[in-house]
């Protein structure tokens, strides 16, 4: 970020150290987590469902109309011959998901741009809601389908919560980022959020800090732009690319630097705080709303589509990153799962850690239901470091983060994330038939244009 202050003297110094010898060692964790074993040829088999329990279903959406540098996202380019054929595969895996018992309360679908095909995603969502009684549903969006046709279907759908993929309302920063031409100025934008307020239950703007070349006042404004939008949630994400993202943006935006994201970080609490008190580490909502992370608090959930993550019973589960394959494996045996990665005892509280801390807190008696007597014994060093360095306080009922461990937790989520993006690209390094340039979905094109009128 250009022309950032330093921050108070001191301050920033040690967070940046901090940052300094703590980064490497996240990254080892978080190297050993997301290790899966080879692919062996075959298929894991998805355990059954808990007798009784009602699951979190995310459905993965790969497809986008234009591939931005920056983004590390399972995502290949639209087209809508290969979408249609997708979509039917994904509402197969989930009657098969059906047919083994499992139950679905809420359904967050992500990207890509799950909207691309909007009569698609309607169709799969009626199959849900035919099915399960669903009390949430999240869909991701980008700019240019906040239109009335697209609107008026995610409401008829039953959809809770949207969230815009924004980034930034700078003008320069989006046609730095390729994002101008398809997705419109930031001043259009910020006027087609103003109008869908109220619409949905929670209305999300998902923003991008420490973009190379974005200066403080450049995110100061949108800061500003945010408060006057008074939009429901903003989900601030720290600039997170995988290895390879890194050296394509090296050449198209510039240099990624992490020497400024905690100044960035200080700024956006102090100015979203007031009205928007942190969610998670970097979703800030106004009131209690549903939020993107849905990892967050979730001990299991279920993953469908090419490129989705599972998480059960102490095993997480990739689904192929293929779409060709996963249409093979679906119709072959209904699930798209191609890997398994099954956690030791420890590794699961270690995992339930990062993820509670991610929602800010630590809950000691909903964790002793769930993990049994000795969990927090069993987490003694790890939290005995924390509290030493000053990340977290004990809380009547476990431990908060502090201030200072809301960014030492950003570094570590982002490090996290980091490393699922260099596992999709590994697992997509092989897959160069499926990048292909595309032709368009009708209704897709004609939202480029078009303004939402609300009532
Ligand atoms: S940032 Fe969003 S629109 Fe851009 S390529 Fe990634 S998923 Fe697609």
Redesign the pocket.
């Known amino acids: 970020m250009d022309g950032f202050s330093r921050g108070r003297p001191g301050v920033t110094g040690k967070a940046d150290a901090m940052r300094g010898w703590i980064e490497p060692i996240i990254g080892r964790l978080m190297d050993h987590v997301l290790t899966f074993p080879e692919d062996a040829g075959g298929s894991p088999p998805v355990p059954p469902p808990l007798p009784g329990r009602r699951y979190l279903l995310y459905a993965h959406v790969?497809?986008?109309?234009?591939?931005?540098p920056?983004?590390?996202?399972h995502?290949v380019q639209f087209r809508s011959d290969k979408a249609a054929r997708y979509f039917r595969a994904l509402r197969d895996e989930i009657r098969h998901y059906r047919e083994s018992g499992y139950t679905f309360s809420e359904v967050y679908v992500g990207?890509?741009?799950p909207t691309v095909c909007v009569e698609e995603l309607a169709a799969t969502l009626a199959l849900i809601r035919g099915n399960w009684p669903v009390r949430e549903i999240s869909v991701?969006t980008?700019p240019n389908h906040l239109t009335q046709p697209v609107i008026d279907t995610l409401l008829a759908a039953g959809v809770r919560r949207l969230s815009v993929?924004v980034?930034s309302f700078d003008d320069g920063l989006l046609k730095a980022?390729d994002?101008y031409a398809?997705?419109g100025s930031g001043a259009a934008i910020a006027a087609r959020l103003q109008d869908l307020r109220g619409a949905f239950g929670t209305l999300n703007a998902?923003m991008i800090f420490n973009l190379p070349g974005q200066s403080r006042a450049s995110l100061e404004r949108d800061l500003d732009i945010l408060r006057e939008i008074d939009i429901d949630q903003v989900s601030f994400y720290p600039l997170m690319v995988a290895d390879s993202s890194r050296r394509r943006m090296a050449r198209t935006m510039g240099q990624v630097d992490y020497r400024n994201e905690e100044t960035g970080y200080r700024l956006i609490r102090q100015r979203l705080g007031p009205t928007h008190p942190p969610s998670t580490v970097w979703t800030f909502s106004r009131g209690d709303r549903m939020i993107d992370e849905y990892i967050v608090g979730r001990d299991e959930y279920v993953g469908v589509g090419s490129g989705a993550f599972s998480y059960l019973r102490g095993s997480l589960y990739a689904t192929s990153f293929s779409l060709n394959q996963y249409e093979r494996l679906i119709d072959r045996q209904g699930f798209g799962v191609t890997r398994q990665r099954t956690y030791s005892r420890r590794w699961q509280l270690r995992y339930h850690l990062l993820m509670a801390l991610f929602g800010l807190r630590l809950h000691r008696d909903r964790d002793l239901r769930q993990f049994g007597a000795g969990c927090f014994r069993a987490l003694w060093k790890e939290l005995t470091a924390l509290r030493l360095l000053g990340a977290i306080r004990r809380t009547p009922d476990g431990y908060a983060l502090t201030d200072r461990g809301m960014y030492l937790w950003l570094v570590m989520m982002r490090r996290f994330f980091t490393t699922v993006n260099n596992f999709r690209d590994q697992m997509r390094a092989h897959i160069r038939e499926e990048r292909i340039p595309e032709a368009g979905c009708p209704l897709a094109m004609r939202q480029e244009t078009a303004r939402p009128r609300l009532r």
């Open positions: 790969p497809f986008c109309e234009r591939l931005c920056y983004c590390s996202f995502r990207g890509g741009t991701e980008n993929g980034q980022m994002r398809a997705y998902d």
